[in-house]
């Protein structure tokens, strides 16, 4: 049976070799954080391989977004050989590591391994955060401040969700931009700042929790005890 996989990479020579190795499946390519994030929130993969050198963010960033995008595994692909790197990225969530350049059969066999038998394993089903004092269903759509039900616009949900999802990583505006409106990103910060700003009000004493980096972005972070 042909499986859906996503190669998420930029990088011809990576590119070109993956698909030399399991080109007999259906293929998609991200080459892209944009697309990236655009591809796995409107189809569904049986596979995500993820070159966690991925120049326009982190790839252990992205490699957190697509898990909690998406229920596919994903397979990813590192320069680093070191034990330390290969358990970092499963601690991260990935579920295997190659390091790049690979052996072709080891690759297939890892492919193979990860990918699961029945596809009903990989379908969309992102996860329901709980970080005091949020509690975020992505499948409802639905956001609550120590129980209390908020009414958020789509591109407020998303953003919450995605730095509740990633608490303390600093997000670019221009991150940001990439991965909530899926568009290139335009040097234009009033349309994002607009959004935080009445994403925070909406949320009251607990909008303090989205915190501004000065010159870089925003960031989660719920250390204050007396919001839990």
């Not at 190795?21 to 892209?32: K, R």
């Not at 990813?76 to 969530?93: I, K, N, Y």
């Not at 899926?182 to 040097?187: Q, T």
């Not at 009033?190 to 960031?219: E, F, P």
Request: glycine share 4%.
């Amino acid at each position: 049976m042909k499986r859906k996989i996503l190669i998420i990479c930029n990088e011809y020579n990576i590119c070109h070799t993956i698909n030399k190795a399991i080109g007999n499946n259906v293929i998609s390519f991200a080459q892209s954080l944009s697309e990236s994030i655009e591809k796995v929130e409107r189809e569904l993969f049986d596979l995500v391989i993820l070159d966690i050198e991925f120049p326009e963010i982190d790839g252990c960033i992205l490699l957190n977004v697509i898990i909690k995008l998406c229920s596919a595994p994903v397979l990813a692909v590192t320069s680093d050989s070191s034990v330390e790197e290969r358990l970092r990225l499963l601690e991260l969530g990935a579920s295997d590591c190659v390091h790049y350049p690979f052996d072709m059969d080891d690759f297939i066999v890892r492919t193979a391994a990860c990918i699961p038998k029945n596809r009903e394993e990989a379908k969309l089903k992102p996860a329901v955060i709980h970080r005091p004092p949020f509690m975020a269903d992505p499948d409802k759509r639905e956001v609550t401040v120590k129980g209390k039900p908020m009414e958020l616009t789509k591109k407020e949900f998303d953003i919450l969700y995605l730095l509740v999802c990633n608490p303390g990583v600093v997000f670019s505006k221009k991150q940001l931009y990439s991965i909530i409106w899926n568009d290139k990103y335009i040097y234009d910060d009033s349309n994002i700042m607009s959004h935080i700003g009445r994403l925070r009000k909406k949320l009251g004493a607990a909008g303090d929790c989205i915190q501004t980096v000065w010159g870089i972005g925003y960031r989660f972070c719920n250390e204050d005890k007396d919001l839990k």
